[in-house]
């Protein structure tokens, strides 16, 4: 596969707002990657150029903590997808790896992995909710910063064993966050942004639950996002109908037709 140079990337973006809401993930990688350079860089590669029908965001692995930043991945051709995947070089099927990408790429997920050999596990399933107007949402002031990484880390659900602290620093060092403090100064609840621009790991400790944190927190990081030229956009698993009631009242909204997926491939060897 071809890696974007920098001009590249800004044709693909333009490109890519052609297929919203599906290519959404990708999309918003490249508005925050073409305006915000982060550590490590994912490279973008596409199957050619210009008319590419597959396009990824793959990190770069310098250590082992990278392995918990995933591909993003967009497909307009699925045939084309299972090739790469069945023929490319482009993952090593041998080590672990972790995709996010459409819902309807599952059976390829599946069937490559089985002909191959290797377990692959899908650990999420996601509504896609968007919101167009921020004007209306009241702000918050405070963000995270590196003395809170250890606490973030260890609330999230992907969180285990430390290894996703690399990509949560990474986050709070080059994206935007918010958080609400108590009298001390410590975070009880917050917000992050995803490389992909998406905002997620709301979270508020179980004794400041209630007192409608979590409302001001989207509230704020959405207009913070729409306001730097970013999507708005967040991800909700299916089962989460907590956040899919809070973000749906507070004007976002799904597309029906379409599902967000990660998969993991070899899971066991992250957590080793």
């Not at 790469?84 to 599952?106: E, M, P």
């Not at 996002?225 to 899919?244: C, K, M, T």
């Amino acid at each position: 596969m071809k890696v974007l140079s920098e001009d590249q990337l800004k044709t693909a973006e333009n490109e890519l707002k052609k297929y919203l809401p599906m290519s959404q993930q990708v999309y918003g990688f490249l508005v925050i990657r073409n305006r915000v350079r982060s550590d490590p860089v994912r490279r973008v590669l596409v199957d050619k150029w210009p008319q590419f029908r597959v396009i990824m965001c793959k990190p770069q692995v310098e250590q082992k903590s990278d392995l918990f930043k995933d591909t993003l991945l967009f497909a307009t051709d699925a045939a084309v997808l299972e090739e790469i995947l069945s023929k490319s070089s482009v993952f090593d099927w041998s080590k672990y790896f972790c995709v996010g990408t459409s819902v309807s790429h599952t059976e390829i997920f599946k069937a490559v992995a089985s002909a191959k050999g290797v377990p692959c596990k899908r650990v999420a399933k996601c509504y896609l909710m968007t919101l167009e107007d921020v004007s209306r949402l009241p702000p918050v002031d405070s963000s995270l910063d590196e003395s809170h990484i250890g606490l973030v880390s260890q609330t999230w659900k992907f969180g285990k064993d430390d290894v996703a602290v690399g990509l949560i620093r990474n986050m709070i060092a080059n994206f935007p966050s918010c958080c609400v403090l108590d009298a001390e100064g410590k975070p009880v609840s917050w917000i992050l942004t995803y490389a992909s621009g998406a905002i997620g790991m709301l979270y508020t400790l179980p004794e400041h639950r209630g007192k409608g944190y979590a409302k001001i927190l989207v509230s704020s990081l959405a207009k913070r996002n729409h306001a730097l030229g970013y999507p708005v956009y967040s991800f909700i698993e299916e089962e989460n109908a907590v956040s899919y009631r809070l973000f749906t009242n507070l004007g976002f909204t799904e597309d029906p037709s379409y599902r967000e997926a990660w998969f993991r491939v070899n899971e066991f060897q992250i957590f080793q």
